[in-house]
């Protein structure tokens, strides 16, 4: 399973000020917090560190980052918090932030350990994805919308689709749903389709809506990334 939980390492002689220190534990708590929904679980939340061998989420911080992750408003995931765990003023939905929260949640569960209100979450969760971010007419998935679905940037990206198809295979596996699991393979089969560079082989990752090759900068062209 391609599964990283992100880490963050820091050397105490680097710090040596309480204020260093301080800023050592709060850019710490900053990488958790932006990655506890992409690659983590909510055990694991709970055996996070700073340099000082302190907790940095108390078990009801950790309760209620996980509860927050659920947009209730809108539907799907809200990922968007900063280091405190507080909405900051971001709306948009990246459409990897949305298949690696249900890749997280599923994987949470299939693994033994548990998430508040699994089972909803992860149905609004589907719902919100297949609704908003699946392009009927072109095929593929859109790579950003607003928090209300509204579509900010149509752009196929390789990268997100990679951890959609993770995201539903591991709901698949969890719930035995077979339409999740149809969905999975469809989203590989489309991909070899339209992705392949059929002259030099390999594939491209950043596309227009209509799956024509772009750059991912301004000052490179089109390009592999491994």
């Given at each position: 399973?391609?599964?990283?939980?992100?880490?963050?390492?820091?050397?105490?002689?680097?710090?040596?000020?309480?204020?260093?220190?301080?800023?050592?534990?709060?850019?710490?708590?900053?990488?958790?917090?932006?990655?506890?929904?992409?690659?983590?679980?909510?055990?694991?939340?709970?055996?996070?560190?700073?340099?000082?061998?302190?907790?940095?989420?108390?078990?009801?911080?950790?309760?209620?980052?996980?509860?927050?992750?659920?947009?209730?408003?809108?539907?799907?995931?809200?990922?968007?918090?900063?280091?405190?765990?507080?909405?900051?003023?971001?709306?948009?939905?990246?459409?990897?932030?949305?298949?690696?929260?249900?890749?997280?949640?599923?994987?949470?569960?299939?693994?033994?350990?548990?998430?508040?209100?699994?089972?909803?979450?992860?149905?609004?969760?589907?719902?919100?994805?297949?609704?908003?971010?699946?392009?009927?007419?072109?095929?593929?998935?859109?790579?950003?919308?607003?928090?209300?679905?509204?579509?900010?940037d149509d752009n196929k990206i390789i990268y997100?689709?990679?951890?959609?198809?993770?995201?539903?295979?591991?709901?698949?596996?969890?719930?035995?749903?077979?339409?999740?699991?149809?969905?999975?393979?469809?989203?590989?089969?489309?991909?070899?389709?339209?992705?392949?560079?059929?002259?030099?082989?390999?594939?491209?990752?950043?596309?227009?809506?209509?799956?024509?090759?772009?750059?991912?900068?301004?000052?490179?062209?089109?390009?592999?990334?491994?």
């Open positions: 399973i391609l599964y990283t939980q992100i880490r963050i390492n820091i050397d105490k002689n680097v710090f040596s000020t309480a204020d260093g220190l301080d800023m050592a534990k709060n850019a710490q708590k900053v990488v958790i917090s932006s990655m506890i929904f992409a690659n983590t679980t909510y055990e694991n939340l709970m055996d996070q560190v700073d340099i000082n061998g302190q907790r940095i989420y108390t078990e009801e911080e950790a309760k209620n980052l996980a509860k927050k992750v659920v947009d209730e408003k809108y539907g799907g995931f809200q990922t968007n918090f900063d280091r405190n765990g507080i909405r900051t003023n971001v709306t948009e939905k990246s459409f990897l932030a949305q298949c690696r929260s249900l890749f997280t949640i599923s994987h949470t569960v299939r693994s033994g350990y548990t998430w508040p209100n699994h089972e909803q979450a992860l149905a609004q969760g589907i719902k919100f994805l297949f609704k908003y971010y699946q392009d009927k007419k072109y095929g593929g998935y859109y790579w950003i919308v607003d928090e209300d679905g509204s579509v900010l997100g689709h990679a951890f959609l198809i993770y995201g539903l295979s591991e709901f698949a596996l969890l719930t035995g749903d077979e339409s999740v699991k149809t969905e999975a393979i469809r989203v590989f089969d489309f991909l070899q389709d339209k992705i392949k560079d059929q002259e030099y082989g390999g594939y491209f990752e950043h596309f227009n809506r209509q799956f024509e090759p772009i750059k991912a900068r301004n000052d490179i062209g089109v390009f592999k990334s491994l």
